[in-house]
């Protein structure tokens, strides 16, 4: 059952493990996806030590940090980063519920995309739950202005994304990306974009203590003549398609599948974070909508689209 839309819940089917280093702490890191309850939604349990570790739900409440990557925090000093490709991919792949538990403070950057979380997740499959699926339906539009970046998100039968960047530089430049998002669409155009950073901002990164696990092997270096790795890009806009992929990350800590269409110009994770932010502080501007239970939801990679006509409100 790889990557179905459906009208309950999901988890995985069984555990799967995963090792690899943080991007910005160079640290080492084992992560374990476990199966959960209906209604458990996605939590982080960091391993500290001891026998309970501590728990952060991925919620846009908890987020404590959006400066090259989200950040979320319990308000007890536990805390993870890097946290938006592995949220990507258990969106795009409409995964519900699972715990991740994780021995380190940062995800794993892998190979600097979500692929590799994609992979996970189809190697052991998703198992149906008996709750309905909650999507959060966009009412009107929420809009929200942050210096040369915008964003909004508005009313929309699925879920859209309409993402653009612009770069003074000639290897990216300005690149738009529209996307009809389901899992089908998340593993061909997004999981394996990977992220991306310039030469010339290496040594200022590494002076702040950022970007200590950053390679050739996880990210796509720009210098001023040439992109420096070797095996070139993987889409012709792989820019655009990975902030894409942070996006559908980031949008995911609003803690359910969104039924609305979101549009963002020279966003990064601070612009996402403010936009659900100022969703979320209008109660006016969503409510949450249970999949309608007709069985012809259940086919494999179903568009939200089409499920979406007939949701109700509560």
């Not at 555990?15 to 199966?35: C, F």
């Not at 950040?71 to 000093?77: A, H, P, R, T, W």
């Not at 770069?167 to 690149?175: D, K």
Request: hydrophobic share 45%; charged share 25%.
């Amino acid at each position: 059952m790889k990557g179905f839309i459906g009208a309950k819940q999901t988890t995985l089917a069984n555990e799967v493990s995963l090792t690899g280093i943080g991007v910005h702490s160079g640290a080492p890191v084992s992560l374990l996806l476990i199966p959960a309850d209906s209604d458990t939604g996605i939590r982080f349990l960091i391993s500290d030590g001891d026998a309970e570790g501590s728990e952060i739900i991925a919620h846009q409440r908890m987020i404590t940090g959006v400066t090259l990557c989200t950040i979320l925090s319990d308000g007890n000093g536990a805390s993870v980063a890097t946290v938006e490709h592995l949220m990507a991919a258990l969106r795009g792949m409409g995964v519900d519920n699972v715990i991740v538990e994780i021995d380190n403070g940062e995800v794993p950057i892998m190979d600097g995309s979500a692929a590799r979380f994609v992979e996970a997740i189809d190697e052991v499959g998703l198992k149906e739950l008996n709750a309905p699926r909650r999507f959060l339906k966009v009412l009107k539009p929420i809009r929200v202005q942050d210096g040369a970046a915008s964003g909004e998100l508005v009313p929309h039968n699925g879920f859209r994304l309409d993402i653009q960047i612009d770069f003074e530089n000639c290897f990216i430049g300005h690149q738009r990306l529209e996307l009809d998002l389901n899992p089908g669409a998340f593993r061909r155009e997004l999981a394996r974009a990977r992220t991306f950073g310039f030469m010339k901002d290496v040594e200022r990164l590494w002076a702040s203590g950022m970007a200590l696990g950053a390679s050739l092997e996880n990210t796509v270096a720009i210098g001023d003549d040439r992109i420096i790795n070797r095996e070139g890009l993987r889409y012709e806009n792989e820019f655009v398609r990975h902030k894409a992929l942070d996006a559908v990350g980031d949008l995911a800590l609003v803690g359910a599948p969104i039924l609305g269409a979101y549009r963002s110009v020279r966003g990064g994770h601070r612009l996402n974070s403010l936009v659900l932010e100022a969703l979320l502080a209008d109660p006016d501007a969503w409510t949450m909508v249970d999949a309608p239970r007709h069985h012809e939801v259940r086919h494999a990679e179903l568009s939200p689209q089409l499920a979406a006509a007939n949701f109700a409100a509560e």
